[in-house]
T-cell receptor
């Protein structure tokens, strides 16, 4: 079974600075998807970024980018120019290519300091 | 983008009663819906997988007689918590998959409080 590990329960960052959230995973599959989700206080799950394992290029969405290291099974999220609205729980998630549920890490609570 | 709704968003019920939560895909047909449970400050835990027209598949440790799931159409799945107890109080989230890449779209969640 696949597992996802987020080793940082809490992180903080100064507004306008850069922060990196860590995520490692374990799988025997060669093809899969990786995601970062944001859960603000409203608790609505918001997709931040996704990465297909077969793509070597790291995904980027505006201020959010990932460092995907397939051999190391590492998938970190970098948030640049942090904003107060970035404060939330961030979950790393794994999914097989087929129609299967997401496997979530335990989450990292990010605080943004003004 | 694809929209998934949940109703109600918040429900309070008395111990021993049953409560139904609806999950709807508003603008797409969902081949599969997933039900998650989230306790405060914890991650999402998968409860069951629901495919239209077939019985739900429950995760280990989830009581299928207590958490009844019905997926009667490609746009609606329901979760009924039967004979609710205070320990069932939690945040319940559904997600629906659609499209060729089985993209998952989350509902806004339902907060259940059992008194």
């Amino acid at each position: 079974a696949q597992t996802v590990t987020q080793s940082q329960p809490e992180m903080s960052v100064q507004e306008a600075e850069t922060v990196t959230l860590s995520c490692t995973y374990d799988t025997s599959e060669s093809d899969y998807y990786l995601f970062w989700y944001k859960q603000p206080p409203s608790r609505q799950m918001i997709l931040v970024i996704r990465q297909e394992a077969y793509k070597q290029q790291n995904a980027t969405e505006n201020r959010f980018s990932v460092n995907f290291q397939k051999a190391a099974k590492s998938f970190s999220l970098k948030i640049s120019d942090s904003q107060l609205g970035d404060a939330a729980m961030y979950f790393c998630a794994y999914r097989s290519p087929s129609n299967t549920p997401l496997v979530f890490g335990k989450g990292t609570r990010l605080s943004v300091i003004a | 983008g694809a929209v998934v709704s949940q109703h109600p968003s918040w429900v309070i019920c008395k111990s021993g009663t049953s409560v139904k939560i609806e999950c709807r895909s508003l603008d797409f047909q969902a081949t599969t819906m997933f039900w998650y449970r989230q306790f405060p400050k914890q991650s999402l835990m998968l409860m069951a997988t629901s495919n239209e027209g077939s019985k739900a598949t429950y995760e280990q440790g989830v009581e299928k007689d207590k958490f009844l799931i019905n997926h009667a159409s490609l746009t609606l799945s329901t979760l009924t918590v039967t004979s609710a107890h205070p320990e069932d109080s939690s945040f319940y989230i559904c997600s629906a998959t659609g499209g060729r890449l089985h993209e998952q779209y989350f509902g806004p969640g339902t907060r259940l409080t059992v008194t």
